[in-house]
């Protein structure tokens, strides 16, 4: 029964991770609303999230070596709460009550990210770890449709009305502070763990670097995707959110299947999911129709949902237990600036009109996702050695 409630306080958490995302759909009424406000600052809105995520999801692993995890994600959830609350209530009065909301938003989403994963890693070992880590994937996607539709109806009355959604932050807290154990599990001691299991080594910088060029590179698909969808006259805002829904559903359903798909391709996981990401975005420059946009959407949220949990369960294993939160945060860190660099990098792309330089877009990050696949084949081979060093099975 105690595990059941450590599952429910986890879920709950994952659920939450990408409400930040919801600003995207009222940036341009905030426009509207602040009609004299830089368009850059109205984008603040939903870029200060991601910019405190990153930084705060690389603080958690540290933190939480010296606070209780419990502590901490009471203290995100409620400045998740805090943010949803002014941004709801006094948004409308000034443009900087939205930033510092979007802020506190922020310090929650980068806290959440990385916590979530370090108390699988805390509470779950071997194959149960493998299946929980699915099951955050398959939340955080399904927390994110439902969110994002949520919030699209309830904009509808008014735009600040779409943090409304944000209250969902109070029933989770109650859930975390009733379900989550406030002491933590007991430690492994480190002389079950050989010397270079006692440090970050270099296998969890090495799957880090994997993750960043990962994340840069599946990011083109998020950034691209609804102004392809208008250049080639298939539709609106709408129809880009279908196909966002299609990723996230998809993703949703790998996740909660993670545990046999990874039990099935084993070592294989990884570079199979990266070349789904990749064959995903290929079918966008080599078919481009309107259905194969959603068949891309589904590889892609298909071949996300292998990656990351599998990175963060080969990250977590190969390290002592104290350092486990400190390597995902690692890892969460760097997917988030690899989204971030993202658009920085293949903005540089330029063509002749605006479709083919979308296109070619495509296609380079396809290339370089399976160049990344073939890459990681002979990585994981050093990340593998590292594994069998462990003298204690995680």
Known sequence: METKKIKLAILSISSLLMISMTASAILGDIWLHFPDAPESLIQMVLTLPALLGLIFAFA???AS???????LVIFSLSNGLVGGLMALILGPLGLGFLLFASILIGVAQGFNATLSMALITDYFRGQERSAMMGLQSAFL????????FTSGLLANFKWNHAYLVYLAFLPILFIVIKNLPHDLPVKQSHSEYPDNAKKLNASVYLMALFIFLFGSFFFVFQTNIALLVV????GDATLSGMINTALAASGMVTGICYGKIKERLKIRTIPFGIAA????????YLVGSLPSLFVSAILVGFGISLVMPTGFYIAANVVENRLQPTAIALLTA???LGMFVSPLLFNMINFQTVESTLLMKFIIASIALFILA???????RYILKMQRQQKSPL
């Open 277 to 284: 990401v990749g064959l995903g975005m290929g079918l966008i």
């Open 334 to 336: 760097a997917v988030n």
């Open 374 to 380: 073939i890459a990681f084949v002979f990585g994981n």
């Open 65 to 71: 070596m010296r606070i209780s995890k419990k502590s």
């Open 231 to 234: 250049s080639k006259g298939y």
């Open 141 to 148: 996607n399904g927390g994110s449709m439902v969110f994002l």
């Open 60 to 62: 958690a692993g540290p």
